[in-house]
């Protein structure tokens, strides 16, 4: 029993060692790469990351490359189940991922864009002037979002405060998404809350920006002269017109030219994305995209139709979009004929095109020059 | 920079030091007076006088008298001489009478007994006492955080030892476990030497999280594939809750622990281990003739109306192979495997004890070439473990183990260049006479691909373990360790730049694009240290028939991972590879790191009565950082009961059991390995955008966190049943258990409008239900004819469900799984097709099709709700439906071994009675995108006039409708194995202690249904680095 007693005791002893320092100690780890939301919001800079954070979910690469190709004037290749292919053939489902993403996506911007407008006026230090530009480049960014929702789905919830992740919101009609977009843009423009121009961070929104997103708005619900005056009205800014070059415009040269209101900005280690998946089998793409011959369908000739040739004289910006039979590519030629003894013979492999054609350029315009 | 570098190397100087002082302590004190361990048990027989060596071999008569401990003589016992046919048996009387030449050496054994052998010397009387032989009963335990005899085991573990995972000559320690053990399941997915993919599960997938079981080496978390194997005394297998709740919130999977050797008493004893080995791929699949392979593109080309791909010219051409570089057909298989890939291993050990301590120290290395060329592996390590007897009470425990492993190949990966080998087209020179390449795309060539760039690996790893023992008085003994495990890593991946590349017959630039167009350099440095400590007082004490056996301890863990990377491109050229040589406009740094601690209270309490019925509980009490306030600490307890019923006295005599023992056990476990942080709403700064060509930071809450969140907990109940026949000479042990893992973490959908990542909640539930058998026959030790055998069978099941989601799913966590309730973690979706469209008839019974253009030769698939279309959602929704699932069912192993005189056979073959597999990707694909052809494909595929009892589709270029997830893919991949066999032969001769030489094979045999891949494949589009067997010979010496 004394050895029991013994065991107890050192039981006992060894507990009271332990027990010198509280439990938790060493045990709230804070993470090192990440900000705790409970330090959030308390200088200027906070608000400028957030407003940052809301650009970064504007139209990304699948909006952009690929929306076309669930169109008439494109194709998306098959890349198995849930992707625009199955939107392009017809064969999705309401679980398609490529759909919800496009949602998602959007919807994240717009909680985003509400957590900044929530918060914003919890910062006590910091120019007025800037925070009330944050806070109407915030309300921008949602009003586009919402245009593209609104666009693409009809009817949709209209959020705008951040949500408890129980939260369930209904739609709301889409005619009433479409005011809410307008007058918000109106209360910007008429409060010319947002600059003509920026010497520094070039792609921010501008008062053009949400003029020209009115007129874009306003012309997709056929609210025309709600469109034409504010089409008008970015006209008359005096600082747009279209680029002459319109190869160029889709090059280094075009970047933020006259003819841009409002784009996705681009910069070497950022947000980029390799396009080349998009392009032709004999450069080293995969042909996810292409064009098909509607698309050709729908350029005009700028001269006689030669019928031998029908890509003589065909409008240039055809030639400046896509690869064509004969046309130069890399350091050799394109050829997609049946007997072409290149990687970019038609249907010859997984990466080579389907239906003759491979994509040219890209480039992420949200609003061009708009000629009414 | 210079200080930077001394310190590096202070280290190492300073470890290498400490190795030294270890391998020379019990030298150093052997003067010393610690008189204190004397009671170690001296040579078991009870011969008198010294052996010496004879000159001259004539013949002798020994004569003696054998008897046990007790004194009674043993009639029956063998006395032989080994490596011959002389040998005899003793009388009633235990006598013996035997000629042998002088100086040789005799085997006593009797059943039961320890075996002993004894060399004659000028002796001709030999008398022996032979000891009986512990029973695996008596055998001693590694449990967590002490050790218990077999007898008293009330929960289920399983043990291996480490001679017979030596044995093996394999180089992940991982694979020579697979089918050892009941309930264990591993699986070898390939992969490059050092790099091999083996995934673990013990007794099913019990999350849909993280379900790696907890992998302890001496007590501390490791990975098993890089232990070395001839370092490991034993491997213990925890299975059930009872024998795993002391490891609490880390042991919801299952525990192995593994132990190291230490020094043993006596003289110092080395040994050298070494194999040597040939590896070639292991089902890879077959492709189909150069002549068959063309004609089928052609084919793939004209059922689609194009023209073909071959001229007939073309493939006369390849068939006479006299022009390959105007008519070339390229050979990837010869241009990028390593036929007999070379490998070996050579370990020396050495083992002392002395009355100032025991040492066991051993060096290792291991070189390993790959089975695609350029590949190779080679692992250095270094291990000292001692113990020194600082008083009679006191022990120092400590181990040292320095490895250093350096993996090169490449500037791809195996998976890489195996995608481009099944995927690219023949029709380019895979390379020309002066090592320039045809490339496909720009930058597809699988030769060119396994020849480019560099990738290497180098790991320094250290664990340091210091520890002690100390026993207070007869009943209570204190013990405790400090260990620091680090793992740092130098990655380094350079990819060749082929730009500038001229054809070799024109002359002409060659395309180059993705990544052969410009050289770029990926390096990163990882480092992982882990500072562990833990203290525990064992309690041990019998009173009459009570014994008494508790231990009670603390233990706290602290990991911290750290990344760094940074990358340019675009190098001055190819043979520079110093990141400065790289530009600096494209350059990119990144990084991060994490960390997360674990502290804990533990504590067991064994009881046996007249060690009849035992009783055992178990608690643990875990802290852990992961989670928020108010929910980081959790109780996991467990208890279990045996009763022995052998040793009941209505059995004890006479009776048909050796043994006979029923064993029950319920307990708790956690599962902690969910992620860090996940308790927090965060800003992440990795939401950043461009401005004017500039990038600018941003930031965003991207995923809700989760102040409630808390481990996922696993109740385990266990029964158990040992039987012993024959004095144990045939063992069966049986299991039945059951475990509900509740409270997993996953993401609940929440509306998609919120716009955040779903938070992970504590929601779904898995059970795992399933039985073990083992069967173990040891035949009679060595009879006159010195024939010895062993056989052991294995036999499991394990039954997976997904009990609970919450109402929400099912969940489509890849293209081929789905979660439901219900239905296992594995399940599979598909489409349901009963076969090919061959006939009219079939068109008009099967109308909807996945595409309007599915005609006769294309895939049926069936429209299971009936709307008209075949659509890719699961029923009935869409026409998916659950057509298997991938878990493997009634897996088996069946050991067996052999002795006669100086040889020894062994056998060890493995399987599974029940496994299906989705193939997927180019084994399919084949002609219809220029990909790779498997022989099974060129005889399968359907032809209305050339092939109408093909089972497989028509070939028609470009075409997608055939590759949909469905059922019609689905292979059975059931098999049975020989993992192992070796051959050895013990030389006989009186130059070292032990000789022994020996063959051996690894994956040599397989029967299996298909013929595409590897029945252990994992799944996808078969693009891993390939399965390999491998045929090795090695020499075992003990000095």
């Known amino acids: 029993m004394k050895i029991l007693n013994n065991t107890i005791k050192y039981i006992g002893l060894c507990y009271l060692a332990l027990g010198l320092y509280s439990c938790d100690d060493g045990l709230d780890l804070i993470p090192p790469g990440q900000v705790s939301e409970l330090i959030y919001w308390q200088q200027e800079k906070d608000a400028n990351l957030a407003v940052n954070g809301i650009y970064a979910e504007l139209d990304g690469q699948a909006m952009v490359k690929e929306l076309d190709a669930v169109t008439d004037i494109g194709f ?81 919830p209209l959020i705008l405060d951040p949500l408890e992740i129980t939260d369930h919101i209904g739609r709301t009609a889409k005619s009433e998404v479409v005011d809410f977009v307008i007058a918000e843009l109106d209360q910007i423009i008429q409060g010319n809350q947002l600059p003509i121009s920026y010497s520094q961070e070039v792609g921010r929104a501008t008062l053009g920006a949400a003029i020209a997103l009115k007129a874009r708005i306003a012309y997709r619900n056929e609210r025309y002269t709600v469109a034409r005056d504010a089409a008008k009205a970015v006209m008359d800014l005096g600082i747009y017109e279209l680029y002459p070059d319109y190869e160029a415009l889709f090059q280094y040269a075009g970047q933020n030219s006259s003819e841009i209101i409002f784009d996705r900005q681009y910069a070497v280690g950022g947000d980029t994305y390799n396009a080349f998946s998009y392009a032709a089998a004999s450069i080293g793409g995969g042909s996810v995209v292409e064009p098909v011959h509607n698309l050709f369908l729908k350029y005009g000739y700028k001269g006689p139709m030669n019928p031998d040739d029908p890509f003589e004289n065909i409008d240039p910006r055809w030639n400046y979009t896509t690869y064509y039979t004969g046309q130069p590519i890399g350091t050799s030629t394109f050829n997609s004929l049946p007997d072409s003894p290149t990687a970019d013979r038609v249907r010859s492999s997984e990466f080579s095109t389907v239906n003759g054609y491979n994509l040219k350029l890209m480039v992420v315009i949200l609003i061009r020059g708009l000629s009414i | 920079m210079k200080k930077r570098l001394l310190k590096g190397y202070l280290s190492i100087k300073i470890l290498i030091f400490l190795m030294a002082i270890q391998l020379f302590y019990p030298s150093i004190h052997k003067g010393h007076s610690h008189v204190l361990y004397e009671e170690i048990p001296a040579s078991n027989n009870s011969l008198k006088g010294e052996a010496t060596l004879a000159i001259f071999r004539a013949d002798v008569t020994i004569t003696g008298t054998v008897t046990d401990q007790n004194g009674e003589p043993i009639p029956g016992a063998t006395v032989s001489l080994p490596g011959t046919t002389i040998g005899t048996a003793t009388d009633l009387d235990g006598k013996y009478s035997l000629t042998v030449p002088e100086a040789s050496e005799l085997v006593f054994s009797f059943i039961g007994f320890e075996s002993q052998r004894i060399m004659i010397g000028d002796r001709s009387i030999i008398d022996v006492t032979l000891v009986e ?129 230490r020094g043993e008493e006596g003289e110092v004893k080395i040994s050298y281990n070494n194999f040597v080995g040939w590896q070639n791929p292991n089902f890879f699949p077959e492709p189909t003739d150069p002549v068959t392979w063309m004609r089928l593109e052609n084919e793939a080309q004209a059922n689609v109306g194009a023209s073909p791909t071959y001229s007939e010219t073309y493939i006369e051409n390849v068939a006479a192979g006299t022009n390959p570089l105007e008519y070339p057909f390229a050979d990837y298989e010869g241009g990028i495997f390593n036929p007999n890939a070379f490998q070996q291993r050579h370990s020396v050990s050495l083992s002392s004890g002395g009355k100032s301590g025991r040492i066991f120290a051993s060096v290792n290395y291991a070189d390993t070439d790959g089975i695609l060329q350029n590949f190779n592996n080679k692992q250095v390590t270094m291990r000292i473990n001692s113990d020194m007897y600082a008083s009679d009470k006191l022990t120092i425990k400590t181990n040292l183990m320095y490895r250093n492993r350096a993996f090169n190949g490449p500037g791809f990966t195996g998976q890489r260049i195996t995608q481009a080998l099944l995927h690219i087209n023949r029709n380019i020179v895979m390379e020309y006479p002066d090592g320039t390449y045809d490339l496909v795309s720009g930058q597809w060539n699988a030769r060119a691909m396994v020849q480019e760039g560099e990738t290497s690996r ?48 024109t002359g002409e630039l060659v395309n180059v694009g993705g990544w052969f167009a410009t050289s770029q350099l990926t390096e990163s440095q990882d480092n992982q240290r882990e500072i562990s400590q833990r203290l525990y007082l064992n309690y041990d004490q019998s009173f009459d028939r009570h014994s008494i056996q508790t231990t009670a301890g603390y233990e706290e863990i602290y990991n911290r991972f750290k990344q760094i990377t940074a990358y340019r491109d675009n190098f001055f050229s190819n043979d520079l590879r110093d990141i400065n040589a790289g530009d600096v406009q494209n350059q990119r740094t990144g990084g991060y790191s994490q ?403 020996y063959v051996s094979g690894e994956n040599m045999l397989t029967f299996t249904e298909t013929e595409l891949f590897d029945p252990e494949t994992p799944r996808g589009r078969s693009q891993f680095f390939p399965h390999s067997k491998l045929f090795s010979g090695g020499v075992n010496v003990t000095f």
């Not at chain 2, 476990?177 to 083996?198: F, V």
């Open chain 1, 76 to 156: 998306r290749a098959p890349s198995g189940p849930g992707s625009f292919h199955d939107v392009c053939m017809g064969t999705f489902d309401p679980v398609n991922a490529a759909i919800g993403s496009q949602w998602d996506r959007y919807y994240r911007g717009v909680q985003r864009a509400n957590n900044v407008l929530a918060n914003i006026g919890r910062i006590e230090q910091g120019d007025e002037d800037l925070l009330a530009r944050y806070e109407a480049e915030a309300r921008f960014l949602r009003a586009f979002f919402y245009t593209q929702l609104s666009s693409l789905w009809g009817d949709v």
């Open chain 2, 133 to 261: 032989a512990t029973s695996s009963l008596d055998e001693v335990v590694v449990v967590g955080f002490g050790t218990q005899k077999r007898a008293n085991v009330t929960g289920a573990v399983s043990t291996v030892s480490g001679e017979d995972l030596a044995r093996r000559p394999v180089v992940n320690t991982a694979s020579a476990l697979q089918g050892t053990t009941p309930g264990l399941t591993i699986q070898n997915n390939g992969g490059a030497p050092g790099n091999e993919s083996t995934s673990i599960r013990i007794r099913g997938v019990g999350t849909l999280n993280n379900s790696n079981p907890l992998i302890l080496v001496d007590g501390v978390e490791q990975s098993l594939s890089t232990v070395e194997p001839n370092n490991i005394a034993s491997i213990t297998v925890l299975k059930d809750a009872a024998s795993s709740a002391i490891y609490g919130s880390r042991a919801a999977n299952g525990v192995i622990l593994v132990t190291t050797k």
């Open chain 2, 458 to 505: 180098i790991s320094d790893d250290v664990f340091g373990q210091l520890g002690f023992a100390y026993t207070i008085n007869e009943a209570l003994s204190l013990e405790g360790n400090v260990t620091l495990n680090t793992e740092s890593t130098d990655g380094f991946i350079f990819q060749n730049s082929l730009a500038g590349m001229r054809n070799y017959v």
């Open chain 2, 595 to 997: 960390e997360w601690r674990l502290r804990s209270f533990f504590g067991r309490a064994n009881y046996s009565f007249d060690d009849r019925y035992m009783f055992q509980a178990n608690v643990r009490y875990d802290g852990s950082s992961r989670f928020g306030e108010g929910k980081r600490w959790g109780i996991f307890p467990s208890f279990s009961a045996g009763w022995r019923i052998s040793e009941e006295d209505f059995l004890k005599d006479g009776s048909l059991f050796s043994d006979l023992r029923l064993r029950g056990s319920w307990g708790q476990l956690g599962n902690q390995r969910i992620g860090l942080y996940r308790y927090l709403n965060t800003y992440n700064l990795g939401t950043g955008y461009q401005f004017n060509n500039n990038l600018v930071p941003g930031t965003a809450i991207t995923s809700a966190g989760n102040p409630d969140i808390t481990w996922e907990t696993t109740t385990m109940s266990n029964i158990g049943l040992d039987m012993g026949f024959m004095d144990d000479r045939i063992e069966v042990i049986a299991e039945y258990f059951y475990k509900y893992t509740d409270d997993i973490l996953i993401e609940l959908p929440i509306p998609r409008t919120i716009g955040y990542n779903p938070p992970v909640q504590n929601a779904a539930a898995v059970s795992n239900k399933g039985w073990e058998l083992a069967v173990n026959y040891h035949g009679s030790p060595a009879s006159e004819s010195g024939f010895q055998y062993s056989v052991g069978i294995n036999f499991s099941d394990v039954v997976n469900r997904i009990e609970d989601l919450k109402g929400t799913g099912p969940f489509f966590p890849d293209k081929f799984t789905v979660w439901t309730e219900g239905e296992s973690i594995n399940s599979l979706r598909g489409l349901k097709s009963p076969g090919i469209y061959k006939t009219q008839e079939d068109l008009d019974n099967y109308p909807a099709t996945i595409f309007p253009t599915v005609s006769i030769g294309d895939i049926i698939y069936e429209d299971l709700n009936g709307d008209g279309v075949i659509s890719q959602s699961l029923y009935p929704a869409g026409d998916q439906y659950i057509m298997g699932n991938e878990d493997p069912r009634y897996e088996f192993g069946v050991r067996f071994n052999a002795s006669y005189k100086g040889f020894d056979f062994s056998m060890f073959w493995q399987g599974v009675l029940r496994q299906q597999h989705s193939l997927d990707g180019a084994l399919m694909e084949g002609p219809n995108y220029t990909n790779f052809i498997p022989v099974t494909m060129a005889r399968e595929a359907y032809h209305p006039e050339r092939n109408p009892n093909g089972t497989w589709p028509m070939v028609r270029s470009g075409n997608s409708a055939n590759l949909m997830e469905s059922d019609f893919w689905l292979q059975n991949t059931s098999y049975l194995r020989l993992k192992n066999f070796q051959l050895g032969y013990t030389i006989p001769q009186n130059v070292v202690a032990n000789l022994r030489v």
